[in-house]
């Protein structure tokens, strides 16, 4: 029996273009004092990196796919394929790399291997939506001789920001800070310095403050103004607007506010032509406001959920979903009089006529830092199988 333990370091999240580090470490369990103690042989061990797409199929029409070849090779099982038995299509991979062969193991023995590989920066975020998914994983192969392959799998999410593509590293790099005491390799200096432009980038996207103000209307006359500070928000954040009702010429008897994502399918691979977009909300805000001057909510974006992004097949877009419910009166007919005595008692009538409108405002969603989002993640760093 071997065990197979895969740990990622930092943590199971990473931006498109950083390096992952995996470290996969084989062991014996069986001490040399056992009576049943001996050597274990592995014939091979290989990894590889894979992005698995599914589709639903009732909401999505996927052209065939040439997946037929990678089945007829899994049932040979001496050939490493990483999505065998997986749902959907691989989409993207990197090159297997071998990390050992023939591997002899004594009792009590361990032997680590360090997997490194660059994300690619052409891919999919992670998501999971109504439609479509994209789910990336590190599959880890090993076969004893003779044996079937055995398969670990370590899923991880990817976070993708745009605009890193293009940037192009200075090739001096005299005038980079740099620690004289520590010894670097060139892809670890980099994959740093990668994350730390990201992080700059999405500082700067998102530090941007600039008024917006909505006059609040409906047919009848204006209900309120609403104001808001930024559009453009990392996860993590919180969204935070205000009302203002003092100068409406209608009552606003009740507001909500929701926090949605909207996925919709381009229309090539639409399985209905105009089918509708699926909504998703992520948070709520709902206040009843009558006599209410002024009023403000903050609805925080989940570290889990997906910033927006665009492929070929799926559109995840962020908006602001607003809901108003105004009275049909005046703002004088909503309280009458319960008593003629010299106490005066006031209540809310017991039936009023009422409008409802909607309003819906766009806004931005970019990731933030992989090792804030690492905190909240599903998925674990440490993953094993015993062979």
């Known amino acids: 029996m071997i065990e197979v333990l895969a740990k990622l370091g930092r943590g199971p999240v990473f931006l498109a273009g950083e390096v992952l580090e995996c470290v996969i470490t084989f062991t014996n369990p069986l001490s040399a004092s056992s009576t049943s103690a001996s050597s274990e042989m592995l014939a091979w061990a290989s990894a590889q990196i894979h992005c698995q797409f599914h589709a639903s199929e009732n909401r999505v029409a996927l052209p065939p796919s040439d997946g037929s070849k990678h089945d007829v090779q899994a049932e040979n099982e001496t050939v490493f394929v990483p999505n065998r038995g997986e749902r959907g299509q691989c989409i993207l991979s990197t090159p297997p790399k071998i990390l050992f062969c023939d591997l002899r193991l004594d009792p009590g023995e361990s032997k680590s291997y360090s997997y490194c590989e660059t994300l690619p920066v052409d891919g999919p975020p992670s998501f999971r939506g109504q439609s479509v998914k994209y789910v990336y994983k590190l599959t880890i192969g090993c076969q004893r001789v003779n044996s079937?392959?055995?398969?670990?799998?370590?899923?991880?999410?990817?976070?993708?920001?745009?605009g890193l593509k293009d940037y192009q590293f200075p090739q001096d790099?005299?005038?980079?800070?740099?620690?004289?005491?520590?010894?670097?390799?060139?892809?670890?200096?980099?994959?740093?310095?990668?994350?730390?432009?990201?992080?700059?980038?999405?500082?700067?996207?998102?530090?941007?403050?600039?008024?917006?103000?909505?006059?609040?209307?409906?047919?009848?006359?204006?209900?309120?103004?609403?104001?808001?500070?930024?559009?453009?928000?990392?996860?993590?954040?919180?969204?935070?607007?205000?009302?203002?009702?003092?100068?409406?010429?209608?009552?606003?008897?009740?507001?909500?506010?929701?926090?949605?994502?909207?996925?919709?399918?381009?229309?090539?691979?639409?399985?209905?032509r105009g089918q509708p977009i699926s909504f998703t909300t992520h948070a709520r805000h709902q206040e009843s406001c009558l006599h209410t001057a002024q009023s403000s909510f903050?609805?925080?974006i989940p570290l889990s959920s997906t910033p927006g992004f665009t492929t070929n097949i799926v559109s995840l877009k962020w908006r602001l979903h607003f809901e108003f419910v105004t009275s049909g009166e005046s703002a004088g007919t909503c309280l009458v009089r319960g008593s003629?005595?010299?106490?005066?008692?006031?209540?809310?009538?017991?039936?009023?006529e009422v409008d409802t409108f909607s309003w819906?405002?766009?806004?931005?969603?970019?990731?933030?830092n992989p090792i804030l989002a690492s905190y909240v993640s599903q998925f674990s760093s440490t993953n094993s199988i015993t062979i």
């Open 360 to 368: 819906d405002l766009p806004i931005k969603v970019l990731p933030t």
């Open 298 to 300: 903050s609805l925080p």
């Open 173 to 272: 790099e005299a005038v980079a800070p740099s620690n004289p005491f520590l010894e670097e390799e060139e892809g670890l200096k980099k994959d740093s310095r990668l994350a730390d432009l990201a992080t700059e980038l999405l500082m700067v996207a998102t530090s941007r403050r600039s008024l917006h103000l909505y006059n609040i209307s409906n047919t009848r006359g204006k209900v309120g103004t609403f104001c808001i500070f930024k559009t453009v928000y990392k996860i993590g954040e919180d969204v935070i607007g205000t009302f203002n009702f003092s100068e409406g010429d209608i009552p606003c008897l009740q507001f909500s506010v929701s926090l949605q994502t909207e996925e919709s399918i381009q229309e090539e691979f639409q399985r209905r």
């Open 148 to 162: 079937p392959i055995k398969l670990l799998r370590v899923p991880f999410r990817v976070l993708v920001l745009h």
């Open 340 to 352: 003629q005595s010299e106490a005066v008692v006031w209540t809310g009538v017991e039936q009023m």
